[in-house]
Nanobody, 121 residues
């Protein structure tokens, strides 16, 4: 499973950004798709996730400001995260993550390359 994330950038506090992530590869099934973030000098933290049935989950720090969504029924290997009312403390490298398996592998977490989000005050 290969993940490609995009959409990071620099924005002023109160602004918005949209991140996207697409998964590619052959013959795999995705369960959950998630976003994590890692600020300088800190651990990587969960931000938001969406399950195969569409159930969403958010970290308390982003509830009400971030919205995660998954692709159409024809494209469930794609997700986006709309980030509104951004704060300087949202500054971090954001990582796309999926929990997936293939006929020959167990359920495994896969990671994409990070995309930088910088929010200036």
């Amino acid at each position: 499973v290969q993940l490609q994330a995009s959409g990071g950038g620099m924005v002023q506090a109160g602004g918005s950004l949209r991140l996207s992530c697409g998964a590619s590869g052959s013959d795999f099934t995705i369960n959950a798709m998630n976003w994590y973030r890692q600020a300088p000098g800190k651990e990587r933290d969960f931000v938001a996730g969406i399950g195969s049935g569409g159930k969403t989950n958010y970290a308390d720090a982003v509830k009400g400001r971030f919205t995660i969504s998954r692709g159409t029924p024809d494209n469930t290997r794609y997700m986006e995260m709309q980030m509104d009312s951004l704060k300087p403390e949202d500054t971090a490298v954001y990582y796309c993550n999926v929990f997936a398996r293939s006929p020959t592998t167990r359920w495994t977490h896969y990671w994409g390359q990070g995309t930088q989000v910088t929010v200036s005050s």
